[in-house]
């Protein structure tokens, strides 16, 4: 007769070694031994007596065992072991076990790390395991589809860090294509989910950008009556437009006065990890108005490693909110002005009122991806006659500038 609930939670071991067997029907009983109660079922394959292991009791109940029995039955009238049919189950949840969003991401992690900048890799890892890994880290790479990532996203974005989701579906993205690339999963839904998130909303770093106003700003940086070292920081960020970071921590050892030169070592650029290893320094002519600034304040600082030390100690660069705090103390507000600005200023400017300046000059002086086909030409040392026709030719059109000379206003579109 089949067994019932009651029987098999009531049953004892009775003493025998290899256990006492209960028949339920279609091949399955139970084995009840010291340690436990066990279901069993036995069946031939080509021939062949087996025994295919159904669970333990009572993790695995009465109806639950006859359930896995009947699915077994149902292989062998297709012509599948069973025993067979269980191992590759297995070995196949093993695997998606091993190969989840997140073991993927952070294998992916390791293996790109070396690559990047310790700050990105940083930040990769910590925005994915805040925003990503919770909703999506556990499920197997290859069951996620798109509307599983959009709904992580929104999360994301309904919290107001538009930029943030969009970041998130670029490294998901990268996820995903490595996930492919390794056989863990089919296709990648992270570029189905372009155009799905709110757009971000860039905001351009304030600047002066009309020549009357660069001449007023010139004029009041050249009236400037605070710190001398200051005045030279201001005066430079619009002589040579580099980035704030590489105004501020400006060295010593980069300057070259007798070659009217400075050199900033590719470590110190905004460029890739294996570019700030291997690529080439960059090179800013310094006009005649820039070598007299250095001069200027070489008896203050040249005896120490920066251009621009820290009033506090000489061992750090200067803030990097000294040459904003000047701005404002000169008038201009974080609307009109900022550090960054005077990068876009003499893009700007130079374009518009320096006619002959070719595009790709200014952007190699910038240190930006040059956008024509001689543009990476640009940025060797042997390319360099343009490059300081264009600085001296700028520190000039400033000077003319501040002193109220070929002032050309815009006119209304």
């Given at each position: 007769m089949p067994l019932t609930d009651t029987f098999v939670k009531q049953v004892k071991h009775k003493g025998a070694a290899i256990g006492e067997r209960y028949a339920d029907g279609g091949g399955m009983y139970l084995r009840v031994k010291a340690p436990g109660k066990y279901w069993r079922m036995d069946y031939r394959f080509n021939g062949k007596a087996k025994t295919l292991a159904l669970g333990v009791y009572p993790a695995v109940s009465l109806a639950k065992a006859r359930q896995r029995r009947d699915k077994a039955r149902e292989l062998l009238a297709e012509g599948t072991d069973p025993s067979v049919a269980k191992r590759t189950e297995k070995l196949t949840n093993a695997a998606e076990a091993a190969n989840t969003f997140e073991a993927v991401a952070r294998e992916f992690h390791a293996n790109k790390a070396s690559g990047w900048s310790a700050s990105y890799a940083e930040r990769w890892l910590r925005i994915m395991e805040k925003d990503l890994f919770p909703y999506l880290g556990k499920h197997p790479i290859a069951s996620i589809k798109a509307r599983d990532l959009l709904h992580a996203l929104k999360r994301v974005e309904d919290r107001g860090v538009?930029?943030?989701?969009?970041?998130?579906?670029?490294?998901?993205?990268?996820?995903?294509?490595?996930?492919?690339?390794?056989?863990?999963?089919?296709?990648?839904?992270a570029p189905d989910l372009h155009g799905a998130l709110r757009p971000v909303v860039t905001q351009s770093m304030a600047a002066v950008l009309e020549p009357k106003k660069v001449g007023e700003l010139m004029r009041a940086i050249n009236g400037y009556a605070g710190q001398p070292i200051t005045r030279a920081a201001l005066l430079l960020s619009a002589l040579l437009f580099q980035r704030p970071g590489n105004i501020r921590a400006m060295e010593w050892a980069w300057v070259d006065l007798d070659h009217s030169m400075l050199t900033i070592p590719a470590r110190d650029m905004k460029r890739k990890l294996q570019e700030k290893l291997n690529g080439r320094p960059h090179f800013v002519p310094l006009a005649a108005q820039a070598l007299e600034a250095l001069g200027q304040v070489r008896p203050l600082t040249g005896h120490g490693r920066y251009v621009f030390p820290s009033i506090r100690t000489g061992e750090r660069p200067m803030s990097e909110n000294t040459v904003n705090a000047a701005l404002r103390r000169l008038g201009f507000t974080t609307d009109e002005m900022t550090a960054h600005g005077f990068r876009a200023m003499a893009r700007t400017v130079m374009a518009e009122?320096?006619?002959?300046?070719?595009?790709?000059?200014?952007?190699?002086?910038?240190?930006?991806?040059?956008?024509?086909?001689?543009?990476?030409?640009?940025?060797?040392?042997?390319?360099?006659?343009?490059?300081?026709?264009?600085?001296?030719?700028?520190?000039?059109?400033?000077?003319?500038?501040?002193?109220?000379?070929?002032i050309i206003q815009f006119k209304a579109a």
């Amino acid at each position: 007769m089949p067994l019932t609930d009651t029987f098999v939670k009531q049953v004892k071991h009775k003493g025998a070694a290899i256990g006492e067997r209960y028949a339920d029907g279609g091949g399955m009983y139970l084995r009840v031994k010291a340690p436990g109660k066990y279901w069993r079922m036995d069946y031939r394959f080509n021939g062949k007596a087996k025994t295919l292991a159904l669970g333990v009791y009572p993790a695995v109940s009465l109806a639950k065992a006859r359930q896995r029995r009947d699915k077994a039955r149902e292989l062998l009238a297709e012509g599948t072991d069973p025993s067979v049919a269980k191992r590759t189950e297995k070995l196949t949840n093993a695997a998606e076990a091993a190969n989840t969003f997140e073991a993927v991401a952070r294998e992916f992690h390791a293996n790109k790390a070396s690559g990047w900048s310790a700050s990105y890799a940083e930040r990769w890892l910590r925005i994915m395991e805040k925003d990503l890994f919770p909703y999506l880290g556990k499920h197997p790479i290859a069951s996620i589809k798109a509307r599983d990532l959009l709904h992580a996203l929104k999360r994301v974005e309904d919290r107001g860090v538009i930029e943030t989701a969009h970041t998130l579906r670029q490294c998901a993205g990268q996820v995903f294509r490595f996930a492919v690339q390794t056989s863990r999963c089919e296709s990648n839904p992270a570029p189905d989910l372009h155009g799905a998130l709110r757009p971000v909303v860039t905001q351009s770093m304030a600047a002066v950008l009309e020549p009357k106003k660069v001449g007023e700003l010139m004029r009041a940086i050249n009236g400037y009556a605070g710190q001398p070292i200051t005045r030279a920081a201001l005066l430079l960020s619009a002589l040579l437009f580099q980035r704030p970071g590489n105004i501020r921590a400006m060295e010593w050892a980069w300057v070259d006065l007798d070659h009217s030169m400075l050199t900033i070592p590719a470590r110190d650029m905004k460029r890739k990890l294996q570019e700030k290893l291997n690529g080439r320094p960059h090179f800013v002519p310094l006009a005649a108005q820039a070598l007299e600034a250095l001069g200027q304040v070489r008896p203050l600082t040249g005896h120490g490693r920066y251009v621009f030390p820290s009033i506090r100690t000489g061992e750090r660069p200067m803030s990097e909110n000294t040459v904003n705090a000047a701005l404002r103390r000169l008038g201009f507000t974080t609307d009109e002005m900022t550090a960054h600005g005077f990068r876009a200023m003499a893009r700007t400017v130079m374009a518009e009122q320096l006619h002959g300046i070719e595009a790709d000059v200014i952007e190699a002086q910038l240190a930006h991806g040059k956008s024509g086909p001689l543009g990476a030409a640009y940025d060797r040392a042997e390319f360099m006659d343009k490059r300081k026709a264009m600085m001296q030719r700028w520190a000039d059109y400033l000077d003319k500038l501040a002193a109220g000379a070929e002032i050309i206003q815009f006119k209304a579109a």
